[in-house]
């Protein structure tokens, strides 16, 4: 039988990281939990284990359900039925093949019915489901919606909501509106309290995504009178209390599977999450890290599907009596599309381990007072998980849209047409560089951590580390790389002027991925030169042109010639 994740070497290259261990007896309390639960593990090599066999069921379930069905998904898509979502037919069944191996609320608490398991395991489910359907990973990964239950939600809360996730009940966050989209301090929405206490909200939410979950978390104005964020808290829905009908299901380019819905919202019961006014300045923000974690492993999970039908088909078609393989500028865009696909993973595990060790740190602050090497500990990760999040959901998700592009054109003519998954894939793709904040608003988040040198006091700690002699061209090729940053940092630091920084700060930020992205796969190179080495080799290379080109955007660029608009703009907002 086939399986996605047994099929992938690099999978299980950074499932067992070095750091794994900290991270595991962090999630496991040093493994006390096997005094409670019978399937809880008693050492490391025990959890590992459990890791590798929840992840091969997935793996076994993307191969040989989820995917054989992403076709019918596509064509069929889900219907509206008297304001409620049905959808299609494949979907059904692919739910039911991962809740019935129990794959719901994989990393919620063991006393609420979930496997307690950390992100690293969730976020390669997560890349190996998007391998299998990009769509489909929006109704199953929309769980970590209860993670936020669980981090803000009362006891009572947790114990109601909890074991419903892990049986199968379906989420979904309702966060934007007609006219709030990215500017979430906009939302109107309202919610009004009863006389005994109950909230009730009325209004409309739109490009809500499987927006007819069991159980969604709605950001709503509680705050008569506000306009701001700090008038929005956050609720619970249940969709079992009604008051919530689904006005339209978006028609939309790709993930076609996957319900993006607008909500009409009228007197429907609610209850508070958290306390009032820390919607969208505490509760959404977490929420959102988590989301554009997760898109990042949905880009890689695509990237992974591009460059398996882009070799299938390079090897398999035969033009002029050989495989276009052969060809050396086909030859080029698979290299190409892998070495991205590398880069990716490498990024999103990194983070991912960086989200495992300040998150594990920040519940145990919950159960008792850390000591002050935990506290600085958690702190030191929680900043680099703040700067990979972006830095890692902006460059991976670019990275699908143009390994999707490529794929296509590896397939030539053929890639046009429906009868190859590339043609979904590409639709599907796109997406992942809009949805949870778009790449302009990652660079927004990232570019505070260029300036403050979170990315090159990071760079520095990856280049201080030994490497292969294999590696050593590509290293001095980094050095390089990274003067040119700092060089170009200080150029536009020199402008005093934060316009001319906002304008250059896609560039900036972009040349901070690929240097640590660089350092990444040499690492990965070093340890496993037979799954990275070409890739590390390729990829350098391509960073080294972009960096090279964005240096010499910005040596030449005169800030007298910034676009007339932009001052035009800042003076609209100062007057504002």
């Known amino acids: 039988m086939a399986n996605f994740y047994t099929d992938n070497a690099a999978l299980h290259y950074h499932l067992h990281h070095p750091l794994m261990k900290e991270i595991v007896a962090l999630r496991?309390?040093?493994?006390?939990?096997?005094?409670?639960?019978?399937?809880?593990?008693?050492?490391?090599?025990?959890?590992?284990?459990?890791?590798?066999?929840?992840?091969?069921?997935?793996?076994?379930?993307?191969?040989?359900?989820?995917?054989?069905?992403?076709?019918?998904?596509?064509?069929?898509?889900?219907?509206?039925?008297?304001g409620r979502v049905r959808y299609a037919s494949a979907t059904d069944v692919n739910m039911k093949a991962l809740v019935q191996a129990g794959l719901m609320g994989i990393t919620l608490p063991r006393q609420y019915g979930g496997l307690n398991l950390s992100q690293i395991p969730y976020t390669m489910a997560a890349d190996l489901v998007s391998r299998a359907d990009a769509s489909f990973v929006n109704v199953w990964g929309l769980q970590d919606c209860a993670e936020t239950i669980n981090e803000f939600g009362s006891e009572d809360q947790k114990q109601r909501y909890l074991p419903r996730t892990c049986a199968g009940e379906t989420l979904a966050m309702d966060l934007t509106e007609p006219d709030a989209g990215s500017d979430l301090q906009s939302v109107m929405l309202k919610a009004t309290q009863d006389a005994d206490g109950t909230w009730r909200l009325n209004g409309v939410k739109r490009f809500i995504t499987n927006g007819d979950g069991d159980i969604a978390l709605v950001l709503a104005r509680s705050e008569e009178g506000t306009r701001d964020g700090r008038g929005l808290s956050m609720f619970i829905y249940d969709k079992r209390n009604g008051g919530m009908t689904v006005r339209r299901i978006e028609d939309k380019m790709g993930i076609h599977g996957s319900p993006t819905c607008e909500l009409v919202f009228k007197n429907a019961p609610a209850e508070l999450c958290g306390e009032r006014r820390l919607g969208l300045i505490k509760y959404v923000m977490s929420l959102m890290n988590g989301a554009r974690l997760g898109i990042a492993a949905q880009s890689t999970g695509i990237s992974e599907s591009a460059y398996r039908e882009a070799l299938d088909y390079a090897r398999s078609r035969e033009q002029f009596g050989k495989p276009i393989i052969t060809f050396p500028a086909v030859a080029e865009m698979v290299a190409n599309i892998k070495a991205r696909l590398d880069a990716s993973r490498t990024i999103l595990?990194?983070?991912?381990?960086?989200?495992?060790?300040?998150?594990?740190?920040?519940?145990?602050?919950?159960?008792?007072?850390?000591?002050?090497?935990?506290?600085?500990?958690?702190?030191?990760?929680?900043?680099?998980?703040?700067?990979?999040?972006?830095?890692?959901?902006?460059?991976?998700?670019?990275?699908?849209?143009q390994n999707a592009y490529d794929c296509v054109q590896v397939h030539g003519g053929s890639g046009f047409?429906?009868?190859?998954?590339?043609?979904?894939?590409?639709?599907?793709?796109?997406?992942?560089?809009?949805?949870?904040?778009?790449?302009?608003?990652?660079?927004?988040?990232?570019?505070?951590?260029?300036?403050?040198?979170?990315?090159?006091?990071?760079?520095?700690?990856?280049?201080?580390?030994?490497?292969?002699?294999?590696?050593?061209?590509?290293?001095?090729?980094?050095?390089?790389?990274?003067?040119?940053?700092?060089?170009?940092?200080?150029?536009?630091?020199?402008?005093?002027?934060?316009?001319?920084?906002?304008?250059?700060a896609r560039r900036l930020v972009e040349m901070c991925g690929h240097i640590i992205m660089g350092y990444l796969l040499i690492h990965d190179a070093t340890a496993a030169p037979e799954l990275f080495l070409d890739s590390a080799r390729v990829y350098v290379n391509l960073g080294e042109a972009q960096v090279a080109a964005h240096a010499r955007f910005i040596a030449q660029f005169d800030p007298a010639e910034l676009p007339s608009y932009m001052d035009k703009q800042t003076a609209e907002q100062a007057e504002a």
Do not use: W
């Open 417 to 504: 047409m429906r009868d190859y998954a590339c043609e979904r894939i590409y639709r599907d793709a796109r997406i992942t560089s809009i949805y949870e904040g778009t790449t302009q608003l990652q660079v927004v988040a990232a570019i505070r951590h260029v300036t403050t040198g979170t990315y090159l006091n990071q760079i520095k700690t990856y280049a201080a580390e030994q490497f292969s002699d294999a590696v050593a061209p590509q290293r001095a090729k980094l050095e390089a790389m990274t003067a040119q940053l700092e060089q170009a940092l200080e150029q536009v630091k020199a402008v005093e002027n934060p316009d001319y920084l906002t304008f250059h």
């Open 349 to 401: 595990y990194e983070c991912t381990r960086f989200v495992d060790m300040y998150k594990s740190l920040e519940a145990i602050a919950r159960e008792r007072t850390l000591t002050p090497d935990e506290r600085k500990t958690m702190k030191a990760y929680n900043r680099l998980a703040d700067a990979f999040t972006p830095l890692a959901k902006g460059m991976t998700s670019e990275f699908a849209n």
């Open 28 to 82: 496991e309390r040093n493994y006390s939990e096997s005094k409670k639960f019978d399937y809880a593990p008693q050492d490391f090599d025990d959890a590992m284990d459990s890791y590798e066999r929840v992840l091969e069921i997935i793996g076994e379930i993307c191969a040989d359900i989820v995917a054989p069905n992403a076709k019918d998904v596509d064509a069929e898509g889900p219907h509206l039925e008297n």
